[in-house]
C-alpha cells in the first residue's frame, strides 16, 4: 500500500473554534488545511507552509501546541484517480494543533485550494468531513483535544 507522508492543521482560535475550509474542487466538501510533506522537509514544516499555501496565513501568527500519532486512510477509488492519477492509495497523516493570535493576521478570501472558510465547532467539523477521512479526524481530535467528537 502506497500512502502519502501528509500534514494537516487544526487551527484553533481563542474561542475554542477550528478553521474549516470548503475545497474548490468539490463544492461542499470542508476539511482542515492538509498537504503533503516534501522530500527533506519536516512535519511542522510542511504544516506551517500548506497554512501559508492554502490560506495565506502567516506563520507568525500560529503556535504549534499539540501533535497526533499517525493516522491513515486510502482513497476511494473515483478520488483516488482524481487527486492523484492512481499514484497513491491513501494518506498517512499526523495532525497538528495550532492556536493562532487574535488579531494581525489575514485569511485569504479564496486559494487554489479553497473558495471559503468559516470557523466551527470541532464537532461540527466532524460532522462535515468526507466520509473516508472521519475515523481520523475522530481519532486526532481525541488524541489533542482530549474529547471524543465521533458521536
Known amino acids: 500500500m502506497n500512502l502519502r507522508q501528509n500534514a494537516a492543521a487544526v487551527i484553533e482560535n ?3 473554534l477550528i478553521l474549516a475550509c470548503e475545497r474548490r474542487n468539490i ?3 470542508w476539511q482542515v488545511p492538509q498537504g503533503g510533506i516534501d522530500e527533506g522537509e519536516s512535519a511542522e514544516e510542511a504544516v506551517l507552509r500548506e497554512i501559508k499555501e492554502e490560506t495565506g496565513i502567516d506563520r507568525e501568527f500560529l503556535e ?4 497526533s500519532s499517525k493516522v491513515s486512510y486510502l482513497f476511494p477509488h473515483t ?3 482524481q487527486s492523484n ?5 491513501g494518506q498517512e497523516q499526523v495532525y497538528f494543533r495550532i492556536k493562532i493570535a487574535d488579531s494581525g493576521w489575514k485569511l485569504a478570501e479564496k486559494t487554489e485550494e479553497f473558495v471559503a472558510f468559516e470557523w466551527i465547532t470541532k464537532r461540527e467539523m466532524v460532522r462535515r ?3 473516508f477521512k472521519k475515523e481520523c479526524y475522530v481519532k486526532a481530535f481525541k488524541e489533542l483535544f482530549g474529547e471524543d467528537y465521533g458521536n
Open 129 to 131: 468531513i468526507v466520509p
Open 79 to 81: 478520488v483516488s484517480w
Open 85 to 89: 492519477k492512481g499514484k497513491y492509495d
Open 64 to 67: 504549534i501546541v499539540g501533535r
Open 27 to 29: 463544492r461542499g466538501a
Open 14 to 16: 481563542s474561542h475554542g
